[in-house]
C-alpha cells in the first residue's frame, strides 16, 4: 500500500490578511509537503497553523500566493484529478440525527456510493478503531474519545490523499489521547495517506510525524526531519525520542523568547 | 414526601393527562352547583348538564362541523407549513430576497386577520368562500415555520458547513443532509404553533367569512349567538377546544417522535 498516493502540495509566498488585521496572520510563506508524509505544524497561539491548515483544506483563499496540488507525473491537479481531501477538525462534529454508522459513511454517500456499498469499508474502519459493535449507537451517547474515533474514522473512509488534522486530540485526556495516537499512526503505516496535523503537543508531534514545521510570525521558523522509522510501538520511552523532544521543546521557547 | 417530590419532578404520562382531567371534572361540578344553587337563566350561563344535552341532541350537525373545521385546519396547516419551509429554503440561498421580502411579510403577520378577510373574499372567495378561509388560516399558519427554519438554517456548526465544503458536496447534498435536518427541531417547533394558529386562522375567517358549502363549528357558534342559543355555543366552544388540544398533542408527538433519538430536547436523562 505505501506510496500510493503522490500527490504534493507546494504552497509558494502565501500569505494571508483577514479584514481589519493589522499584521497579517501568514506571510511569504514556502512549503512543500510530499506524498506520504506526515507533517507536524508546531507553533505559539496565533501563529497561522491553523489558518495554513484551512488555506490548505481549500477552505480559505490566500491573499498571496499559490497553492498547487501537483500529481505523481508532475501535472497540476485540476478538474476531476482534484486530490481526496479529509478534514478531521477539533471537535469530532457529528450529525447527530445520524447514527455512528452513518456518519462515518456520510463521505461516501456524498459521492453516490450506495449504503450496501459503503458497508464493508465502513465496518472495517470502524473495527480498526475499535468502535466495532457500535455502528448503530447515536453521537450522544458516545464518550468524547469514541466521538474523534468516529471523527477519524469518516475522514478515512474515502482512503483520501490528505488528512488534515487541526488539533485533533487537544480537548481528550493523555490516556485516550496516548491510544488514538497509537491507532492513528498504525493506520498511517498501514494506508500512507499525507497527514497535516495541527498540535500544541510536541510529545504528540514527535511520536507521530515523519517531519515537523514550526510556524512563527506566519512564516516557518524552522523544519525537522523525524526519523524513527515506522515502527514506533514504545518508542515513547526511548532516550532518543526524550531527546528529540526536550530538542524540539527548547526550540519552541527560543522562537517564543524571540517574539517577545 | 420524597416520592411525592419525586413523582412530581418526573410525572409519569397517566399522571400527565389524570391531573388536568380531573381538574376539568371539578371546574364542571363547580360550575354545575353554582349555576342550579343560584339560579342563573340558561341564556347567560347553561349548566354543563345542558350544554351536554345539546351536545348529544345535535350530535350529528356538531359533529359534521367539527370535522369541516379539522379538515380546513389540517389541510391550512400543510400549506402553511410547506409553503413556510420553501420561504425559509429560498431566504436561506438568497440574502437580498430576504432583506427585500421578509419585513413584507411582518406585514401579514402585524395585520389581523379580520383586517385582511374581506380583502381576500374579494380576490378568492367570491365562488368560493372556502378557499378564502383555507387561504387566510395558511396566511397566519406560515410565519412562526419561516421564522423558525430560518434560524435553524443559519445555526448549522461551521465546522459541519466545513466538512461539507471540503468534500465538495453539492448544494442539494448540503441542503438536505446538513441544513434541514440540522433546522428540524426548529422547523416542528415552529410547525406547532403552526398548528394553533390554523385553526385560530380557520375560526377567525370562517366568522369574517360566513360558511361555505359546509359549515364549521365558527359557523356554529355564531348561528347560535344569532338565536341566543347559548347551551348551543358552549357545546360548540367546548368541541372547537377539544380540537385544539387534539391537534397540538398531535403536533408534540410528532416532535417528539422525529427528535427522540438524537436531539436534546427529547431524549430523557437519567439522574
Avoid at chain 1, 213 to 222: D, E, H, I, N, T
Avoid at chain 2, 144 to 173: C, E, I, K, Y
Avoid at chain 2, 245 to 253: D, F, H, K, R, T
Amino acid at each position: 500500500m505505501a506510496e500510493t498516493h503522490g500527490f504534493r502540495i507546494e504552497a509558494r509566498g502565501i500569505g494571508k490578511r483577514f479584514s481589519g488585521q493589522a499584521a497579517p496572520t501568514l506571510s511569504a510563506l514556502d512549503l512543500t509537503i510530499g506524498g506520504g508524509e506526515f507533517v507536524s505544524l508546531l507553533g505559539p497561539s496565533g501563529c497561522g497553523k491553523s489558518t495554513l491548515l484551512r488555506l490548505l483544506a481549500g477552505l480559505l483563499r490566500p491573499s498571496e500566493g499559490t497553492i498547487r496540488w501537483v500529481a505523481p507525473d508532475g501535472s497540476s491537479a485540476s478538474g476531476t484529478r482534484l486530490p481526496d481531501i479529509a478534514l478531521v477538525p477539533q471537535e469530532p462534529t457529528l450529525l447527530p440525527w445520524k447514527t455512528v454508522f452513518d456518519n462515518v459513511s456520510l463521505p461516501l454517500r456524498l459521492r453516490g456510493t450506495a449504503r450496501a456499498a459503503a458497508a464493508p469499508r465502513v465496518l472495517d474502519l470502524l473495527r480498526a478503531l475499535g468502535l466495532e459493535g457500535r455502528e448503530k449507537s447515536w453521537p450522544r451517547e458516545l464518550s468524547g474519545g469514541m466521538k474523534m474515533r468516529v471523527s477519524i474514522a469518516r475522514a478515512l473512509v474515502t482512503e483520501p490523499d490528505f488528512l488534515l488534522m487541526d488539533e485533533p486530540f487537544a480537548a481528550l485526556d493523555e490516556l485516550t489521547r496516548h491510544r488514538l495516537n497509537d491507532d492513528l499512526r498504525a493506520l498511517y503505516t498501514q494506508r500512507r495517506p499525507t497527514v497535516i496535523l495541527v498540535t500544541h503537543s510536541v510529545e504528540e508531534a514527535t511520536f507521530l510525524s515523519t517531519r515537523i514545521v514550526a510556524l512563527s510570525r506566519g512564516r516557518v521558523a524552522w523544519d525537522l526531519p523525524v526519523d524513527f522509522g515506522p515502527e514506533r510501538a514504545g518508542l515513547r520511552d526511548h532516550a532518543a525520542f526524550q531527546a528529540l523532544r526536550g530538542d524540539i521543546a527548547a526550540r519552541l521557547r527560543a522562537d517564543q523568547a524571540a517574539l517577545s | 414526601m420524597t416520592d411525592w417530590s419525586a413523582l412530581m419532578a418526573r410525572p409519569p404520562l397517566w399522571l400527565r393527562v389524570a391531573l388536568p382531567c380531573l381538574f376539568f371534572v371539578l371546574v364542571l361540578v363547580a360550575w354545575q352547583v353554582i349555576v342550579r344553587t343560584a339560579d342563573i337563566s340558561p341564556l347567560i350561563l347553561p349548566a354543563p348538564s345542558a350544554v351536554l344535552d345539546d351536545l348529544r341532541q345535535h350530535a350529528g350537525t356538531l359533529a359534521l362541523s367539527t370535522w369541516n373545521t379539522l379538515l380546513i385546519t389540517l389541510k391550512a396547516f400543510v400549506l402553511g407549513t410547506v409553503a413556510g419551509i420553501l420561504l425559509a429554503i429560498a431566504f436561506s440561498r438568497s440574502r437580498l430576497l430576504e432583506l427585500a421580502v421578509s419585513p413584507l411579510l411582518v406585514l401579514t403577520q402585524v395585520t389581523p386577520t379580520v383586517a385582511i378577510a374581506p380583502l381576500v373574499l374579494v380576490w378568492v372567495g367570491i365562488d368560493n368562500v372556502d378557499s378564502a378561509i383555507l387561504l387566510l388560516a395558511a396566511i397566519i399558519a406560515f410565519f412562526p415555520v419561516t421564522s423558525n427554519t430560518m434560524l435553524g438554517l443559519r445555526s448549522v456548526s461551521h465546522d459541519l458547513h466545513d466538512l461539507f465544503t471540503v468534500r465538495r458536496a453539492t448544494s442539494l447534498q448540503r441542503l438536505f443532509l446538513l441544513e434541514l435536518p440540522a433546522a428540524l427541531p426548529y422547523t416542528l417547533a415552529g410547525a406547532r404553533m403552526a398548528g394553533g394558529m390554523a385553526l385560530v386562522g380557520a375560526v377567525v375567517a370562517e366568522f369574517v367569512a360566513g360558511s361555505g358549502t359546509d359549515a364549521g363549528l365558527a359557523w356554529r357558534i355564531s348561528e347560535a349567538a344569532n338565536r341566543l342559543n347559548t347551551p348551543r355555543m358552549f357545546a360548540a366552544l367546548f368541541l372547537l377546544g377539544l380540537l385544539g388540544v387534539a391537534i397540538s398533542g398531535a403536533l408534540s408527538l410528532l416532535q417528539y417522535l422525529c427528535l427522540r433519538r438524537w436531539h436534546e430536547s427529547a431524549v430523557s436523562r437519567d439522574r
